[in-house]
């Protein structure tokens, strides 16, 4: 993956979650080693209302949408509240607000557990809310694959890819003559 290809194969896929679970084991590890100082309803509040807001809704509307295909609101929410950037502006307030507190590691814990432990990371709109399958994706990695192996495998394309058109003026457009 990098950012002209932004996908990822099943060894990056696994790569990446293990990172996370290394985060997840350090949060779990502070608030095991400071449990008698974290406020438990505080933390279990901070923990579940990531889902209640971001996850929970839209996974509502997609069991209850005969297609599959749910308001766009849905993915936003749920990226909104599931990005790390989401729950540090939400602990760096609480820490104004409140104080700093044991507690604010159950946000770092739900993400690096959601994205360590289930693969679950931000929902792009062209997927389905619930993870599926796509048989284009599945495709191109094993084309992808077969490359890495050093065997000429042709990436097939299931949807016309557009030709440029050069415009008026430009080379090799204009009648021949």
């Not at 509307?61 to 308001?71: F, L, Q």
């Not at 994205?115 to 191109?140: C, D, S, T, V």
Request: proline share 9%; net charge positive; charged share 15%.
């Amino acid at each position: 993956m990098d950012q002209a290809n932004p996908f990822e194969t099943r060894t990056t896929f696994r790569l990446h979650r293990a990172e996370y679970l290394v985060g997840l084991a350090v949060c779990a590890g502070l608030m095991i080693a400071h449990a008698g100082e974290i406020r438990w309803p505080v933390a279990l509040a901070l923990f579940a209302y990531i889902d209640l807001i971001g996850y929970i809704p839209g996974a509502i509307a997609y069991r209850r949408s005969g297609d599959g295909r749910i308001p766009k609101v849905y993915y936003v929410l749920y990226n909104t509240m599931h990005s790390l950037i989401t729950q540090g502006a939400v602990a760096a307030l609480w820490c104004w607000l409140v104080g700093p507190e044991w507690a604010l590691l159950a946000l770092p814990l739900h993400l690096c557990a959601d994205r360590g432990l289930f693969g679950n990371f931000l929902k792009p709109f062209a997927l389905r809310f619930e993870p599926e399958a796509e048989p284009g994706y599945r495709r191109l990695t094993d084309g992808l694959r077969g490359r890495a192996a050093g065997r000429r495998v042709p990436v097939p394309v299931t949807a016309p890819v557009p030709v440029p058109v050069p415009a008026a003026g430009q080379a090799g457009s204009g009648p021949k003559g």
